[in-house]
Each structure stands twice: as C-alpha cells, then as structure tokens.
C-alpha cells in the first residue's frame, strides 16, 4: 500500500555530511496522509534504533546521540522527509531505513519501512 525509497547514502570521512532522501508514495494517499516520518539506524550486530522522527504538525525528536548534528524535515505535499546529518562521527555508521506511520480509514495506524540505505563514516 505504501512504497518507501530511499537514498543518499554513502561513504563520507569522519567530520563530513549527507542527506538522506525518502518519498513516500502509494493509493492510500488518495483518502489519508502520513502521521509521522522517522528515520531509525542499525549498526552491525545492535538493535534497530530511532534516529529522528516528525510529526504531521513539525514537531522533531532526535536520539542524544545525534542532537545538534543531525536535522529532520519534511515537505507534507510532496510526501518526503529528509535527513540532513553533519559532523559525521565514525559511530554513526550504519544502515539507515526511512519510517511512515499512516491511519487507514479506521483510523488504525500502520508502519511502513524502507529498504535501507548503508552510510558509513570512516577515513
């Protein structure tokens, strides 16, 4: 029902930055819109988790590790939320999958994932 891609991932030194890409697209739209948009990391052998998130109405949340370096936003029209992250650390490294949370016309939420895109931070 909903189709996520992703991109920007890549290979950047130690103090470099990216931006990641994800658009969401899909029938759905057509009668409801997307809740949140997030963005979660898996490193090798750790647990998926949440990087940052946005709602509908703009309010962000970020992981401490990432506060004051990493930057969340989203264009509700065209369904799409970037990640912009700078001062890139070598622990940052990992695979990084683009979240939505979209209601049905229940109003039941359900969430969708990306197919990941790898980034990894070293010199």
């Known amino acids: 029902q909903v189709q996520l891609v992703e991109s920007g991932g890549g290979l950047v030194q130690p103090g470099g930055s990216l931006r990641l890409s994800c658009a969401a697209s899909?029938?759905?739209?057509?009668?409801?819109?997307?809740?949140?948009m997030g963005w979660y990391r898996q490193a090798p052998g750790k647990q998926r988790e949440l990087v940052a998130i946005i709602s509908s109405g703009g309010a962000t949340n970020y992981a401490d590790s990432v506060k004051g370096r990493f930057t969340i936003s989203r264009d509700k029209a065209k369904n799409t939320v970037d990640l912009r992250m700078n001062s890139l650390e070598p622990e940052d490294t990992a695979v990084y999958f683009c979240?939505?949370?979209?209601?049905?016309?229940?109003?039941?939420?359900?969430?969708?994932w990306g197919q990941g895109t790898q980034v990894t931070v070293a010199s």
């Open positions: 899909g029938n759905i739209f057509s009668f409801t819109t997307i809740d949140f």
């Open positions: 979240n939505v949370v979209v209601p049905s016309r229940t109003g039941a939420t359900t969430g969708y």
